[in-house]
């Protein structure tokens, strides 16, 4: 039996990482048009006055948080310190680097899981004490198709994704429902966003604001995402469908073929 979640009659506090461009600008112009109060960061806010700018003039803040930084959840405790509480948490940020596995330095892998593991680990386990005491809270974590079935010279990027999705999200969502709390895997394929691409492999096909429409409304429960508010999986793109069930399909063949083996493994009794 699925879990039952509520969400409170107000305005939601949104803090959105990576918000200088693509999905985090996205959700943010979205989130303030929909009357929600939002907390745009990004790496070096003086690249983008103008953004700030924008944001700003709609009630918003716009603070800079590098997720690499050991001390990068400060950010969540001085806001809720001074009474702003976040209700959403948007890990979006992050990069992608693109080389054969046998041709990856240790320390490119260990950036990828940086920013795109530990960063959204450090911001997930600070808010969650502040959800938990208020008995609602909604974190997204932003994924990609590369954590179901990664591409060839995607091998860093997607074992960062994958393990955000496998050992942070999942875990995760069984760990803090009872507390009316929500963590939702939202699993992108190809966008027109500024994200690197492997050369000459893939063309993006999503509209990126149609795919941040889709993301706020399963967040606040309406439109597409009305009754949806237990769901944990948010698959976006016609080529994440196609993934999705070459992923479907490899685990059935799998077990088709080995099925037998599999059941004949257990302890003699």
């Known amino acids: 039996m699925s879990a039952t979640f509520t969400t409170p009659k107000k305005q939601l506090t949104w803090l959105i990482t990576g918000c200088s461009s693509g999905f985090g600008l996205?959700?943010?112009?979205?989130?303030?048009?929909?009357?929600?109060?939002?907390?745009?960061?990004?790496?070096?806010?003086?690249?983008?006055?103008?953004?700030?700018?924008?944001?700003?003039?709609?009630?918003?803040?716009?603070l800079q948080l590098d997720v690499d930084s050991p001390n990068s959840a400060q950010v969540i405790e001085d806001l809720e310190k001074s009474g702003q509480e976040i209700d959403v948490l948007v890990n979006n940020a992050g990069f992608s680097i693109h080389a054969p596995i046998e041709t990856f330095a240790e320390d490119e892998i260990r950036a990828q899981m940086e920013s795109m593991y530990f960063g959204p680990l450090r911001l997930i386990q600070a808010v969650l004490p502040h959800m938990r005491k208020r008995r609602f809270g909604v974190i997204v974590n932003m994924s990609s198709g590369a954590a179901?079935?990664?591409?060839?010279?995607?091998?860093?990027?997607?074992?960062a994704k994958a393990g955000l999705d496998g050992t942070l999200t999942k875990a995760l969502a069984k760990e803090v429902a009872p507390f009316n709390t929500r963590a939702l895997t939202v699993v992108l394929g190809t966008f027109n966003t500024n994200m690197a691409t492997p050369p000459g492999k893939i063309v993006p096909n999503g509209d990126k604001d149609k795919a941040?429409?889709?993301?706020?409304?399963?967040?606040?429960?309406e439109g597409a995402g009305a009754g949806c508010e237990a769901e944990r999986f948010l698959p976006l793109g016609t080529d994440m469908t196609v993934r999705v069930k070459m992923v479907q399909e490899c685990l059935a063949h799998g077990l088709e073929v080995f099925v037998d083996v599999a059941n004949n493994v257990n302890i003699d009794k």
Request: hydrophobic share 40%; net charge positive.
């Open 148 to 159: 179901l079935e990664a591409r060839d010279s995607m091998g860093a990027y997607a074992g």
């Open 26 to 62: 996205s959700l943010t112009r979205i989130a303030q048009a929909g009357g929600h109060t939002v907390v745009a960061t990004s790496r070096n806010p003086s690249r983008t006055p103008e953004l700030v700018a924008e944001v700003e003039g709609k009630g918003g803040k716009w």
């Open 212 to 221: 941040m429409k889709a993301v706020y409304e399963v967040v606040v429960g």
